[in-house]
């Protein structure tokens, strides 16, 4: 079983930045994949970014490429995802995910989300 625990969301301003952390148990997690993934109101949840177990692979959304970094520390199990250049399209709530089987598309463990919230 896999805990996560999502941190750092907040208001911020148009052009701002925010970094988010989710911090895993398990003592497997330096070997899943892992993932961020958005929802706004009204919207369906949608993939960010992501990134393999060594941390060599990272993959991002369309939206994300550019502003938004993926990186991992799997000592401190712990995922980041560093937003840069925040637009008020961001605003969501944001989840982390863990992918035990490594396919990107498995995410079997979510962890609760945290706000962001960008304003023009």
């Known amino acids: 079983q896999v805990q996560l625990v999502e941190s750092g969301g907040g208001l911020v301003q148009a052009g701002g930045s925010l970094r988010l952390s989710c911090a895993a148990s398990g003592r497997t997690f330096s070997r899943y994949t892992m993932g961020w993934f958005r929802q706004a109101p009204g919207k369906e949840r949608e993939f960010v970014a992501a990134?393999?177990?060594?941390?060599?692979?990272?993959y991002y959304a369309d939206s994300a490429k550019g502003r938004f970094t993926i990186s991992r520390d799997n000592a401190k199990n712990t995922v980041y995802l560093q937003m840069n250049s925040l637009k008020p399209e961001d605003t969501a709530v944001y989840y982390c995910?863990?992918?035990?089987?490594?396919?990107?598309?498995?995410?079997?463990?979510w962890g609760q989300g945290t706000q962001v919230t960008v304003s023009s």
């Open positions: 995910a863990a992918d035990p089987q490594t396919t990107g598309v498995t995410y079997e463990y």
């Open positions: 990134i393999r177990w060594s941390g060599g692979r990272r």
